[in-house]
């Protein structure tokens, strides 16, 4: 599937990232570069309520927008809005969404 191979390819570029990337690892990158806007209540100024509903603060929320993050964050780079994420921090989170398999299932 493309979203498959596509997460290959970011992964195949980044081989620095090496090992398992664990749920507190997924967790901490959402924290630095997500929770600002995906939280219940953001702290980010421009923002009273998570954008579209997406809260990312528990490893349940990263599951279920699991495939909507790979989407934004890896393949169309929409997300995360005015922040700077490293390549090697996009590709642990890819990293991570393989790993639940959830595109898989579909
Ligand atoms: C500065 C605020 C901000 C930050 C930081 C941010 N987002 Fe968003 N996010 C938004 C806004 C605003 C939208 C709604 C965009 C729209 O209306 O199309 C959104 C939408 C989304 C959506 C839903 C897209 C859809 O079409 O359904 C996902 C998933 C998402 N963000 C994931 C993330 C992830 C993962 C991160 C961190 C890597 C992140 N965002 C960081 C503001 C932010």
Redesign the pocket.
């Known amino acids: 599937m493309a979203a498959a191979s596509l997460v290959a390819a970011v992964i195949a570029l980044h081989d620095g990232v090496a090992g398992e990337v664990s749920d507190a690892d997924a967790l901490a ?2 924290r630095a ?2 929770v ?3 939280a219940r209540k ?1 702290t ?1 100024p ?2 009273d309520s998570p ?2 509903n ?1 809260t ?1 603060e528990t490893i349940d929320e990263l599951r279920a ?1 699991s495939l ?2 790979l ?3 890896v393949q169309d780079r ?6 700077d ?1 490293t390549e090697d921090e996009r590709a642990m ?1 890819a990293r991570w969404i393989e790993r639940q398999g959830s595109w898989k299932a579909k």
């Open positions: 990158i959402t570069h997500c600002m806007c995906h953001p980010h421009s923002f954008p579209k997406v990312l927008w909507k993050m989407e934004q964050v929409n997300m995360p809005i005015g922040d994420m989170l």
